[in-house]
């Protein structure tokens, strides 16, 4: 997941509206109940989703 976010904001950045990400206390509550990955962790400090092209990870 962070190769992916490490993409995303090199080389598609101008193609991907990301969401703003989520609050970290919001992030641990969510990960203490749910048992989130780590990658999933990363990548929701990073961006609350989003929308647009990947390139080939479209």
């Known amino acids: 997941m962070k190769k992916t976010i490490e993409i995303i904001k090199s080389k598609i ?3 991907y509206d990301k969401d703003p990400p989520l609050d970290n206390d919001v992030i641990e509550r969510i990960s203490e109940t ?3 990955p780590e990658d999933y962790n990363y ?3 990073w961006a609350n989703g989003g929308e647009g092209r990947f390139g080939e990870m479209y």
Request: negative net charge; proline residues 0%; hydrophobic residues 55%.
């Open 43 to 45: 990548w929701m400090q």
């Open 34 to 36: 749910l048992d989130l």
């Open 13 to 15: 950045f101008d193609q």
